[in-house]
C-alpha cells in the first residue's frame, strides 16, 4: 500500500504530526511519502514529492484545516481522502490529532483486508464551448469581474433546459452538499446535509431573483450570462477563468467524485463551531 501525507503549509503542529504518521506507516511495513513543502519544512527536501503524485496513491492523508482537505481532494483525483483536523471546524476532517494514528493504521489494515470503506462526495465542473473548469467540492461561481453597485452580470438560469430565475445579480453560484457551508452560506443559502444528493443553485445579491434552489445532483445547470463583455468562473474560489460574453456556462457533476475515508465528521457538531 502507498500512503502520500500532505501537512497544512507554514504549520509546525501540522508538519510534526504528519512525520509521526510517516513513522507509523513505515513501521506498519507500508510504502509512504511526504509533499515536497511538507519534506521541506523536515530539511528533508530531496525525499519529498509533489502532490500530483497523489493519483498513484492508495490512500491521502491531508493534516490542517478542511482548507487543506481540499487542496489534497484537488490533486488526489480518486484516492480516498483520511482529513485530520487541525482547524476549527472540520466539516470534513473528522479525525482528531489523538486518534490520527489510529485511524491511518485501520486504513492500512483495512486495505489489507481488501478495500477501503469510502464516502464519496460529489465534483462539479463547469463547461461552455470547448472549455471546462477545474473541478471543484464546494462550489462554480459565475459571475463579472467586479460586484457591488454599478457591477453584476444580467442573467438566466436554466435547470436541464427549463428557466428558473433570471434578471440582474452580482453572480450565480452552484454548490454541492459539501459546499453549501461555504460562500453559498455567506450568501443566504440553505445548509444541505452531506446525505443529500442535490445541488444548490444560489443567485448573489439579485435584483429580483428567486429563492435559492435545491436540485438533483444530476441536473445540468446552465447560467445564461449578458450586459458584461466578459464573464468570470471561479472553481472553489481559486481557479479563475474569464470568459467572452455572451456566453452560457453550465455546471454539472463531474468524475471522480472526491471519497473521503474514515470515520465520518459530525456534520451538526460541525455546524455549532460556525456560531
Not at 490533486?75 to 481522502?81: D, E, M, R, W, Y
Not at 490520527?100 to 489489507?112: Q, R
Amino acid at each position: 500500500m502507498e500512503v502520500g501525507i500532505v501537512a497544512r503549509k507554514g504549520s509546525e503542529g501540522a508538519v510534526s504530526l504528519a512525520a509521526d504518521l510517516r513513522d507509523a506507516v513505515v513501521a506498519a511495513g507500508e510504502s509512504v511519502w511526504l509533499d515536497a513543502e511538507t519534506a521541506d519544512a523536515l530539511g528533508e527536501s530531496d525525499r519529498g514529492r509533489s502532490v500530483d503524485a497523489l493519483v498513484e496513491a492508495d490512500l491521502a492523508v491531508a493534516v490542517g484545516g478542511d482548507g487543506t482537505f481540499l487542496f489534497v481532494a484537488r490533486n488526489a483525483g480518486g484516492t480516498p481522502i483520511v482529513g485530520v483536523n487541525l482547524g476549527e471546524v472540520g466539516f470534513l476532517n473528522a479525525v482528531s490529532p489523538a486518534d490520527a494514528e489510529k485511524t491511518v493504521l485501520a486504513e492500512i489494515e483495512a486495505f489489507a483486508r481488501g478495500g477501503l470503506d469510502v464516502r464519496e462526495a460529489p465534483r462539479l465542473a463547469a463547461h461552455a464551448d470547448d472549455w471546462t473548469s477545474v473541478p471543484a467540492a464546494n462550489e462554480i461561481v459565475i459571475q463579472s469581474d467586479r460586484r457591488g453597485p454599478g457591477a453584476g452580470i444580467d442573467y438566466e438560469v436554466r435547470v436541464d433546459g427549463s428557466r428558473y430565475s433570471g434578471g440582474h445579480a452580482d453572480g450565480v453560484l452552484v454548490a454541492t452538499p459539501t459546499g453549501s457551508t461555504a460562500y453559498n452560506l455567506s450568501e443566504r443559502g440553505p445548509l444541505v446535509g452531506p446525505g443529500v444528493s442535490g445541488l444548490v443553485v444560489n443567485e448573489m445579491a439579485a435584483d429580483a431573483g428567486m429563492p435559492p434552489l435545491v436540485v438533483d445532483v444530476d441536473a445540468a445547470v446552465t447560467v445564461a450570462v449578458e450586459g458584461v463583455a466578459e464573464a468570470v468562473v471561479v472553481s472553489d474560489g481559486r481557479n479563475k477563468t474569464t470568459l467572452d460574453a455572451p456566453v452560457e456556462v453550465t455546471v454539472e457533476r463531474t468524475t471522480p467524485p472526491m471519497r473521503i475515508a474514515g470515520p465520518p465528521s459530525d456534520f451538526f457538531e460541525a455546524l455549532g463551531k460556525l456560531s
